[in-house]
């Protein structure tokens, strides 16, 4: 079965640090883009950070800028969020999901539309 797992979500106090995976299960990752989402209780589910699987370009939301690094790891068809100096309004479930095609402009990665699959979601949940 195709998937995409994350891990690495857990509880851990303000300030803190936290290192997401997501891995791909029964399939080789070769998608246009890479990205994380993440949603808290009662939001819509937003942008967090995105990859370029094959240029590596990076884009981040103004939010997690200078906090959260993505990256990849293609060998191990695997992609990676660092998120440090964690706050309480990170909190939420972290996505992984890849876009299959191509995204024309940047406003496009923003969008859940641009994206064809979703893994089931890991629990960030920061403490003040």
């Known amino acids: 079965q195709e998937q995409l797992i994350e891990s690495g979500g857990g509880l851990v106090q303000a300030g803190g640090s936290l290192r997401l995976s997501c891995t791909a299960s029964?399939?080789?990752?070769?998608?246009?883009?890479m990205a994380w989402f993440r949603q808290a209780p009662a939001k819509e589910r937003e942008f967090v950070a995105s990859?370029?699987?094959?240029?590596?370009?990076?884009y981040y939301s103004d939010s997690v800028k200078g906090r959260f690094t993505i990256s990849k790891n293609t060998a191990k068809n695997t992609v990676y969020l660092q998120a440090n100096i964690l706050k309480p309004e990170d909190t939420g479930v972290y996505y992984c999901?890849?876009?299959?095609?191509?995204?024309?402009?940047?406003?496009?990665?923003?969008?859940?539309?641009?994206?064809?699959?979703w893994g089931q979601g890991t629990q960030v949940t920061v403490s003040s």
């Open positions: 990859i370029n699987w094959g240029d590596d370009k990076i």
């Open positions: 029964g399939f080789t990752l070769n998608p246009y883009a």
């Open positions: 999901t890849a876009a299959m095609l191509p995204l024309a402009y940047a406003a496009a990665y923003y969008d859940v539309s641009g994206y064809h699959n």
